[in-house]
């Protein structure tokens, strides 16, 4: 059974970074798309930036974009979301999310495994 493992969340100033971790077991990773989302409680999980076995390129949701950078260490199968400017309307959980195709896109109901999530907080 594939399992996802996120790590890295904390609580950080507004203007600071983190970086966030996304560990993978469980599938023979030839074929996957790989979707970063974060959701705040009572609002839908909104897309972040995603990439794939058959891309070398990563989408990013306007919202992020120029601040996150989204890259991958395939051999050890995890995944990563640098995340720069923080302000509090980053404030959400964030979870990475798989999907075995080989193209990808930001809409969550195109993946199929999810991890559990971890906690950004962007607070002075």
């Known amino acids: 059974q594939l399992q996802l493992v996120e790590s890295g969340g904390g609580l950080v100033r507004p203007g600071g970074s983190l970086r966030l971790s996304c560990t993978g077991s469980?599938?023979?990773?030839?074929?996957?798309?790989i979707g970063w989302f974060r959701q705040i409680p009572g609002k839908e999980r909104e897309g972040l930036s995603c990439?794939?076995?058959?891309?070398?390129?990563?989408t990013y949701a306007d919202s992020v974009r120029g601040r996150f950078t989204m890259s991958r260490d395939i051999a050890k199968r995890t995944f990563f979301l640098e995340m720069h400017n923080l302000q509090p309307e980053d404030t959400a959980r964030y979870y990475c999310?798989?999907?075995?195709?080989?193209?990808?896109?930001?809409?969550?109901?195109?993946?199929?495994?999810w991890g559990q999530g971890t906690q950004v907080t962007v607070s002075s």
């Open positions: 999310a798989f999907g075995e195709r080989d193209w990808c896109n930001l809409r969550r109901h195109e993946y199929h495994y």
């Open positions: 469980g599938t023979s990773w030839h074929i996957y798309s």
């Open positions: 990439l794939s076995s058959g891309s070398t390129g990563i």
